[in-house]
């Protein structure tokens, strides 16, 4: 670089980046960073307290109101957690998904949402494949989205089911939480966190509790820009190291179908990651074991680690039922201001 | 055919060294007079334009401009895109061939500029150096050269083959012809749909990564050495990244023929602006990090840059309403060019307005080797721009002349409104 270079740079005032519109509607939930900790606290108890609630009573708060779940991707648990949400507050649901004959035959995300919404949608669930999806959506459609998965972008649900979990674990269920909930406290997300929705999900909620969150995998499926998502997170390539100092595990699945041809020996990556009875007994024996499924039993985890007294995975999937439940709630009550 | 007098301006043609109050005449289609406010000799009867307190200019030239046809007319048409060029105060258009079919053959580059498209302002179509721009073999540049093309590319795809880029650099080069290559190596850029960093883990989208547009012009400049042929042009398209600039300056001091162009979108957005999921922000070679930002306005003032270059892209809405992955790459630019290059390099940046002009005309018309363009010089063509430099403006899309508006700039503040811009002596755009 010569001389005058460095003056220049200095003079460089650039065009400002405009102010996001999203979301459009307040009930949609399209990322975790859409929520406050104070909203975050709310969700935490009103799952609580519709969990707890008659459900004869439960299923006239959203009595006959209608909830499309546009599926562009196949998923049961994340599917059948939602529908069951809706239901339990008594709305009626109605399912599209990718083997539905409008998108197969190439109709747009846009088409499609606009005519749920002429059907009579008063929200969306949507699954899709390609990051953003729920963003396109909410802009066409001014309804309240809830994002069930945005490929490897987010997964805003399942980073708040996993938040309960941890506190029902650790923090005996508190729910109302703040910068300081889960200080002192390491969570290590294990495994394919390149390809992974639920590990940005976390690494935007949890830091924000005062979590430290470490991260850990090979290079190919942990770069180093993973350190940039935000304060609190740490690669860790030694699992060993981490898991010596977590509270919780959370491992994650391998995404075959998103590698795009990265090259992997399994064998070695199990040797290094797979997390096996003998490492968390010798190596965290009173760490919680997470997932969010589905498990590939053998890879990840060993089947006895999974089914063991440490693995809170049947535990995510209650707590996903009742998470969701304040979720589908807020995003009808919201926009009415009863939230 | 008439004349007419543009009375009372203040003309700047950097090539011809005029930055002064002048009156000028043209006449069949021609610069015929310039002379000092109210000294013309022979403008009796002729229609004027009174320009007081305006800038009088060379025509601006877009040497990177799609404009779709033939085979693509729901995006843009010949006419509507030079009467968006007009509107931007663009006189000469050089138009890029990844059209359907592909301006691969003479047949196509002589329909582009059949009198039947309605351009409004001149089109020089750039044809394709490869067969359908596959990259495999190199097309007969003499009978493009002589059916109007102005210039050789693939642009959208790379020429990638060693071989290929080589057989296509030195076979341009014995016909006079320069080589534009969009640098991107595909093999680093596959699925991926922005600048390669934390903004793109962060969005979960595959990144392309600066090396994929370095690398390339690495190669090329690799290549052009080789030659030994000081008749090889390679001029690199829409540059991008910190150092793929850095190599075109080297290859400059080495003494080779090698350009560069850079998009306003490149000078002023970073991959920030992408935001979430906004499509009109997407465009390869995409948005990239504020250094590489930072690197493209450093190169515009110490004089790499050889022309600022649009690459106007036009998609339909229905086009661009889709999921970022998935939406087609480009941006309209045509009639946003001058507002930018006025506001920030000018204004904000204090590059001299006759330097803005220079890469927006006289440049650009050296690179091509147009002839009579980018200068108004007694003799050349009347292709001339008027507009107030100091008028503050806000852009509309919803207002543009093109079919699409797949702009990231609507709304934004643009600085210096066109009030006239002339091709060949006729008023193709009047302004208010
Ligand atoms: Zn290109």
Not at chain 1, 174 to 190: F, N, S, Y
Not at chain 2, 348 to 360: A, F, Q
Not at chain 2, 378 to 404: I, L
Request: one cysteine or more.
């Amino acid at each position: 670089m010569n001389a005058t270079a460095a003056p220049i740079r200095r003079q460089i005032h650039p065009p400002p980046v405009p102010p996001s519109p999203f979301p459009y509607n307040p009930g949609s939930m399209l990322s975790v960073q859409d929520l406050n900790l104070e909203a975050v606290g709310y969700l935490l108890s009103r799952a609580t307290e519709l969990e707890g609630m008659d459900p004869l009573v439960r299923d006239r708060i959203l009595l006959k109101r209608r909830i499309a779940l546009l599926f562009y991707e196949s998923s049961t648990r994340t599917r059948t957690s939602f529908e069951l949400a809706a239901k339990a507050l008594g709305a009626d649901t109605t399912l599209v998904s990718s083997l539905s004959s409008s998108i197969e035959k190439g109709e747009s995300l846009k088409d499609t949402g606009l005519t749920l919404r002429a059907l009579g949608a008063e929200a969306i669930i949507l699954r899709h494949n390609s990051s953003g999806a729920p963003w396109l959506l909410e802009q066409c459609t001014h309804l309240p989205v809830l994002n069930a998965g945005d490929g490897m972008h987010e997964h805003p649900t399942q980073a708040l089911l996993d938040l309960r979990t941890i506190l029902q674990r650790l923090r005996h269920g508190a729910d109302q939480v703040d910068a300081g909930t889960l200080a002192g406290v390491t969570i290590t997300i294990v495994g394919d966190i390149l390809h992974s929705r639920v590990a940005r999900s976390n690494m935007l909620l949890l830091p924000r509790l005062g979590a430290e969150v470490l991260v850990c995998g090979p290079t190919q499926l942990l770069p180093e820009v993973t350190a940039t998502m935000g304060p609190g997170i740490r690669i860790e390539r030694d699992f060993d190291a981490a898991l010596r100092r977590s509270q919780v595990v959370m491992m994650l699945r391998i995404q075959a179908e998103r590698l795009a041809g990265l090259q992997l020996d399994l064998e070695e990556y199990k040797a290094d990651y797979q997390l096996t009875g003998q490492r968390l007994a010798s190596l965290a024996p009173e760490a919680v074991v997470m997932h969010p499924g589905p498990i590939i039993r053998g890879l990840e985890v060993t089947a006895g680690v999974a089914d063991g007294p440490q693995s809170a995975i049947l535990d995510q999937v209650s707590n996903g039922v009742a998470i969701r439940m304040a979720v589908v709630e807020r995003a009808l009550l919201a926009q009415e201001g009863r939230v | 055919m008439s004349s007419l007098v543009i009375r009372g301006g203040h003309l700047i043609d950097p090539s011809a060294g005029v930055d002064a109050p002048k009156d000028i005449l043209l006449k069949d289609g021609r610069v015929a007079e310039i002379a000092s406010p109210g000294k013309l000799k022979s403008a009796n009867g002729a229609e004027a334009l009174d320009a007081t307190g305006l800038t009088v200019a060379p025509g601006l030239i877009d040497i990177h401009v799609h404009l779709r046809e033939p085979g693509q007319g729901y995006k843009e048409t010949i006419a509507s895109g030079t009467a968006a060029a007009a509107a931007g105060g663009f006189t000469s258009v050089a138009a890029m061939p990844n059209t359907t079919p592909v301006n691969d053959s003479p047949e196509t580059t002589r329909w582009m500029l059949a009198p039947e498209r309605n351009a409004t302002v001149r089109v020089f179509p750039i044809a394709a150096a490869t067969r359908g721009s596959k990259g495999e073999a190199v097309n007969d540049f003499a009978a493009l050269k002589a059916a109007g093309a102005v210039a050789v590319t693939d642009d959208g795809h790379p020429i990638l083959k060693d071989g290929i880029m080589r057989e296509t650099l030195a076979a341009a080069a014995r016909v006079g012809l320069s080589v534009i290559q969009h640098a991107e190596d595909t093999r680093m850029t596959k699925g991926a749909s922005m600048n390669a960093g934390p903004t793109a883990f962060k969005l979960g989208l595959r990144g392309m990564p600066v090396e994929a547009e370095s690398s390339l012009v690495e190669r090329d400049i690799r290549l052009v050495t080789e030659l030994r042929d000081a008749r090889v042009h390679l001029h690199v398209a829409h540059t991008s990244t910190a150092a793929a600039v850095a190599a075109v300056r080297q290859a400059r001091r080495n003494g080779l023929r090698v350009t560069c162009e850079v998009a306003p979108h490149h000078f002023l957005l970073t991959e920030e602006h992408v935001g979430l999921y906004s499509t009109n922000a997407k465009m390869n070679p995409p948005l990239r990090s504020a250094a590489d930002r930072d690197a493209m306005i450093e190169a515009i003032l110490d004089g790499v840059v050889d022309a600022i270059a649009t690459d106007h892209a036009p998609h339909a809405t229905h086009e661009k309403e889709v999921e970022f992955e998935n939406a087609p790459n480009g941006i309209t630019g045509l009639e946003t060019a001058l507002g930018l290059c006025l506001r920030w390099l000018h204004r904000e940046w204090k590059v001299p307005l006759g330097r803005v002009l220079s890469l927006l005309s006289a440049q650009p018309a050296a690179l091509l080797g147009l002839k009579g363009r980018g200068t108004l010089a007694v003799g050349s063509f009347a292709d001339v721009v008027v507009f107030d430099p100091k008028a503050e403006w806000t852009y509309q899309a919803a207002q543009t002349r093109s079919k699409s508006r797949n702009t990231p700039f609507d709304g934004w503040s643009m600085q210096g409104k066109v009030r006239w811009t002339l091709s060949e002596g006729r008023i193709v755009y009047t302004g208010e």
